[in-house]
């Protein structure tokens, strides 16, 4: 499991990554991750999401699509990430 804390205000730029952790075995569901970021570091008028996927072997599995908004601009300061079983792929062999 990767999670990552990202500035997605500039669309035509990657997103600058602000925290990342990564877990190798991250167990069973629910998972519970806090991300650790300097607050000295958020603007107010920027974007901020989380990114994560899911991986098997170092591919991914499961890739949350979009950055799920967070912290400014009236946005919460925590998600809940929850990969349908739909959307995920066979194991890599």
Excluded: C
Excluded at 62 to 73: A, F, G, M, R, Y
């Amino acid at each position: 499991m990767e999670i990552r804390l990202v500035d997605f205000t500039q669309t035509d730029a990657r997103p600058q990554v602000l925290a990342e952790r990564t877990e190798s075995n991250p167990g069973q569901p629910p998972l519970h991750y806090r991300l650790l970021y300097n607050p000295a570091a958020i603007d107010p008028q920027h974007d901020y999401g989380v990114e994560a996927r899911l991986l098997f072997k170092g591919r991914p599995l499961w890739v949350l699509p979009n950055p799920l908004p967070v912290i400014t601009k009236g946005r919460p300061i925590s998600v809940e990430l929850l990969p349908a079983a739909a959307v995920l792929s066979a194991p890599p062999r």
